[in-house]
């Protein structure tokens, strides 16, 4: 059974950065897939940034230039460095891992919610 923990999220001001991060209970090598995504209330789930084959990474639109996506191996960690924050950005942030292409987003955490406010 695979868990992924978001944690990191909170309220900040329009401009602020927060970095949130995903640990995995297993070896992140295990994934052929990571990323984040996002819903905020009443919109649909939207992908925001991922690691696919190869390690490349992968960013929706509107957030290329502000979010960083990254990873450490050693804490089974992945990260979403989020900076210029918008109050358009906020909504809950899941991470979501899959060990397969064919599924890339099986695993899902909880998810951690974002709030960008004056």
């Known amino acids: 059974q695979v868990q992924l923990v978001e944690s990191g999220g909170g309220l900040v001001q329009p401009g602020g950065s927060l970095r949130l991060s995903c640990t995995a209970s297993?070896?992140?090598?295990?994934?052929?897939?990571m990323g984040w995504s996002r819903q905020a209330p009443g919109k649909e789930r939207e992908l925001v940034a991922s690691?696919?084959?190869?390690?490349?990474?992968n960013y929706a639109d509107f957030v290329k230039g502000r979010f960083s996506i990254s990873r450490d191996s050693s804490k089974n960690t992945m990260y979403l460095q989020m900076n210029s924050l918008e109050p358009e950005d906020t909504a809950v942030y899941y991470c979501?891992?899959?060990?397969?292409?064919?599924?890339?987003?099986?695993?899902w955490g909880q998810g951690t919610q974002v709030t960008v406010s004056s």
């Open positions: 690691f696919t084959g190869g390690g490349s990474r």
């Open positions: 979501h891992a899959g060990v397969s292409l064919l599924r890339p987003r099986e695993y």
């Open positions: 297993r070896s992140i090598f295990s994934f052929a897939a």
